[in-house]
């Protein structure tokens, strides 16, 4: 009997053992584009969180607990992210999840965090849809109308520009939202939009939706999208002798931009979270952590993604059982936390009220340019 049963005693075993969570450890996951067209958002977030999560760790972790993060890439997909963040909580068991940049695929992943009670926390979605999904889904940024609203002013305050064009990625929940706040506020100012055309993610030729755009003779053309196609419509508009001054918001935000833009985005601006050349200390050291770790200057994602993942562990250091719902509870009374982009205090609609910065293109590096307060 043992003979015919023992394979069966030692398989059960064995998968038992490979399966079986370190229980001195705390699992938190974290899914994002490590791949793909949007690669460096993904990348970068990780790279802030994992700096933020080594420095817990190495004070002690968290109630005598290292924490495990686990990351997964979605490949800047929706459906990815959807399944990716499945496999976090049933597959790794994670108690918290940071995630994505994309709007679209926070989104797509949030439904399923909120029905699972698993707290989940953007470092960087902007639009304002993201954090309604339910009472588990938060951001440590600001949300699009009020960053549609930053480069509204900029561009009819500062820029003195009265005749403005849209280019909006109709794919995209943050592109086709942010475009939205932008024209609402700009036309509320007293300027007018003269062209708001449309392309989808993945879109390699914009010349003519860039030809009819001209023609309608912008000052200024905004685009909220994200930096691969942005580059190439910075090309191709150039190009074709469209003289508009290129605007956009933090989709900009990687140091491909100016790879694939190459000196046609230079004297661009963009709206952002966070600029490197900040004095503030709580950012300078930041800094200078993330260079010792990386030997590179941080770019916004990098400096958000570790805020959230600092917002997380001090919620988690705050709770009494660290369960999923404690988590939670103590994420939604954050208040005042000296970040890296700012301080963070988390509102009754689980967002953060920031500052955003304006920043202009000039070569690989981004100039601050100004601070604009909510
Ligand atoms: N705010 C963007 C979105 O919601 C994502 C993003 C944030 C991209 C910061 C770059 C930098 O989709």
Not at 1 to 28: D, G, H, Q, W, Y
Not at 71 to 97: C, N
């Amino acid at each position: 009997m043992l003979r015919l049963l023992l394979p069966f005693i030692v398989a059960t075993f064995a998968l038992s053992a490979c399966t079986k969570k370190n229980t001195n450890e705390i699992m938190i996951g974290q899914y994002g584009s490590m791949t793909g067209a949007e690669a460096t958002f993904g990348q970068a977030t990780d790279e802030g969180i994992r700096l933020a999560t080594d420095e817990v760790n190495a004070a002690g972790g968290i109630k005598g607990k290292k924490i495990k993060l686990v990351t997964m890439d979605d490949q800047g997909k929706a459906e990815d992210a959807a399944s990716v963040v499945t496999r976090l909580i049933e597959q790794e068991k994670v108690l918290a999840i940071l995630g994505e940049v994309a709007s679209s695929r926070s989104l797509a992943a949030a439904p399923i965090a909120q029905n699972k009670k698993i707290p989940m926390i953007s470092p960087s979605s902007t639009n304002p849809k993201v954090t309604e999904v339910g009472d588990f889904i938060f951001r440590t940024c600001f949300i699009d109308p009020f960053q549609g609203t930053v480069m509204a002013k900029f561009a009819f305050e500062n820029l003195k520009l009265k005749k403005i064009a849209v280019l909006r990625d109709v794919k995209s929940d943050y592109s086709v939202g942010l475009a939205d706040f932008f024209i609402q506020k700009f036309k509320e100012l007293g300027g007018e939009i003269v062209g708001d055309a449309s392309y989808q993610s993945g879109d390699v030729d914009f010349k003519a939706q860039l030809t009819n755009l001209k023609g309608s003779n912008p000052e200024g053309l905004f685009i909220p999208g994200y930096y691969t196609e942005v580059g190439l419509i910075a090309r191709q508009a150039r190009e074709l002798g469209l003289k508009a001054k290129l605007m956009g918001g933090d989709g900009w935000d990687s140091p491909k931009l100016s790879e694939i833009g190459g000196k046609d985005v230079d004297g661009s601006v963009f709206s952002n979270h966070y600029s490197n050349e900040t004095k503030d200390p709580v950012a300078v050291e930041f800094i200078n952590k993330f260079k010792a770790k990386y030997n590179k200057l941080p770019d916004g994602l990098s400096a958000a993604g570790y805020d959230a993942a600092k917002v997380l562990y001090k919620a988690m250091a705050a709770t009494s059982d660290l369960t999923a719902q404690a988590i939670r509870d103590q994420i939604a009374k954050i208040t005042d936390h000296a970040g890296v982009t700012g301080r963070i205090t988390i509102n009754e609609k689980r967002n953060a009220t920031k500052s955003a910065v304006v920043v202009e293109v000039q070569g690989a590096s981004n100039k601050f340019v100004t601070t604009i307060s909510p």
